[in-house]
């Protein structure tokens, strides 16, 4: 294992508080968090550690991304994201991220138990960091034992269901399997997370913008219409609360679906949500006049108009929207020679619903949050922390282990320099889908260094760390207990 190293001279941020401090990592764990810890040598750990002057720098805790989707099938399993566990995982890192959790989904051939196992063998052979996973219930069609499997992976450290109210066919379920996985949920102590789209109206709208002739790539946009969105919040609030569960909401696109999160929170609903950079940060306007191009930006529920992402910086800010995560869902524009994958964004060229749905971002999470939240005054660097890390390490059963600067806690630390610039690139990265949303922008703060597990693995924007060091990450009980407290600005924002 690593010597220890001591950084000394950074200002450790965590969800609390930001505080002058210096941090001891040693085996694995953060081993002493405090002033002058160099002041204190005592024989044995801190005099041989490695002492690394980071004076200037922020110490945060790892980023937690708990939304990816890796070697990940889609569409009846008839293509797949094209960045596997190492491609992801080390661009996670060269970003500041040390724990992703992405998904184990029932494949054509597998009951849900094995292609869990499957999944674990695959993170163990090529992932960098800690990966754990969310299960996917599998629509009515394909439930055999599934609910079952579902339960018996809990001992196994899947402690969230994921259930898709989309994409009719191939994954939707109706809201007789919603409730009763939802039931199941309750008993078990797994939070359930939705992909909250109505896919009955999305098919309908698609339909009806096909036989109008309007097939081309930007009218995906179209057919996912808030209050498609905004309609499957509403009841799967309704449904969650009904079956007395907790619920989370993963990426919430559109302000009406954020206001109906903040209408049932503030009546006492145990609902959390998350929404991801690139509906804060991108919007149609700049997809809507490119045609085919219009594909780079293709997901759902859609990057929406530019006049919507002031509602979901709001929602931000009040703390209806409690994380930041990436729905990381990589494809290629372009076809690449020697890549065994198949056709990709560009599949079916003038056909939206053709495209396969996902935009990547497992990179750039917390730079552009960074850069648009924090230096822009629209969150406080503590709720930057809790967004990108604590607060989704509290959701899906990790804390304190990741998401905290803490005694005990994994000794996985971002070195961070505020004023450092960084023009985002794809090319800094190994990812395999083929661009940036954020290609040529230049953000304020950045990793400067980024220690996983007491492992130095990145350095600027090199990665360090042996290929597959990662490991499946095992997840506790989810803690859904509500927010003690919200950053002073941003109860002032609020008011
Ligand atoms: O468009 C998206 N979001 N693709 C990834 C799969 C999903 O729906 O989360
Ligand atoms: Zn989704
Ligand atoms: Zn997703
Ligand atoms: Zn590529």
């Given at each position: 294992t690593a010597r220890p190293v001591l950084l000394t001279g950074g200002t450790v941020v965590t969800a609390e508080s930001t505080v002058r401090a210096d941090i001891l990592l040693d085996g694995g764990r953060i081993a002493a968090v405090g002033a002058d810890l160099s002041a204190q040598l005592q024989p044995g750990v801190l005099e041989c550690a490695e002492h690394v002057d980071v004076t200037g720098k922020l110490l945060l805790p790892g980023g937690v991304d708990a939304h990816t989707h890796l070697e990940y099938g889609i569409d009846g399993f008839t293509t797949r994201t094209v960045d596997d566990f190492a491609t992801g995982t080390t661009a996670a890192a060269l970003g500041g991220t040390t724990t992703v959790i992405d998904f184990v989904k029932k494949e054509p051939d597998h009951t849900v138990r094995e292609s869990f196992e499957r999944r674990v063998a695959a993170i163990e052979a090529r992932a960098v960091l800690n990966v754990g996973l969310h299960v996917i219930i599998p629509p009515q069609e394909q439930q055999i034992d599934a609910l079952d499997d579902a339960r018996a992976l809990r001992e196994h450290g899947v402690t969230s269901w994921k259930f898709f109210m989309a994409y009719p066919g191939t994954q939707m379920v109706d809201d007789g399997l919603l409730l009763r996985g939802m039931d199941a949920a309750r008993e078990l102590g797994v939070l359930p997370m939705v992909h909250a789209e109505n896919g009955h109206m999305v098919a309908r709208d698609t339909a009806q913008l096909l036989d109008a002739g309007t097939?081309?790539?930007?009218f995906h946009h179209a057919a996912h219409t808030h209050a498609a969105e905004a309609e499957a919040v509403h009841r799967a609030i309704v449904l969650a609360q009904s079956a007395g569960t907790p619920l989370f909401v993963v990426h919430v696109s559109s302000a009406q679906a954020a206001e109906e999160i903040g209408r049932a929170r503030l009546a006492g609903a145990r609902v959390w949500a998350e929404t991801c950079p690139q509906y804060l940060l991108t919007a149609y306007e700049e997809y809507a006049h490119l045609g085919q191009d219009a594909a780079a930006y293709i997901c759902s529920p859609p990057i929406r108009e530019r006049a919507n992402q002031a509602g979901l910086w709001t929602a931000l800010a009040t703390g209806t929207l409690a994380t930041i995560g990436t729905d990381h869902a990589g494809f290629c524009m372009e076809d690449h020679d020697g890549q065994d994958v198949p056709p990709q964004k560009r599949r079916s060229p003038g056909h939206f619903p053709s495209v396969p749905n996902g935009v990547p971002g497992v990179y750039e999470r917390l730079m552009v949050m960074y850069d648009a939240g924090v230096n822009t005054g629209r969150l406080d660097v503590t709720r930057f922390v809790d967004l990108v890390a604590t607060r989704p390490a509290k959701l899906f059963g990790l804390y304190p282990r990741k998401g905290a600067i803490a005694v005990g806690a994994d000794a996985d630390v971002v070195v961070w320099d505020p004023d450092r610039e960084r023009v985002i690139h794809h090319a800094d990265t190994p990812l395999r889908s083929d661009y940036s949303l954020y290609e040529g922008r230049t953000v304020r703060g950045c990793p400067t260094a980024v220690y996983a597990g007491g492992e130095l693995v990145v350095t600027g924007t090199t990665f360090h760390g042996a290929p597959g060091r990662g490991a499946y990450l095992p997840r506790e009980t989810p803690d859904v207990a509500p927010a003690t407290r919200l950053s002073s600005r941003t109860l002032q924002e609020t008011a």
């Open positions: 097939t081309g790539e930007p």
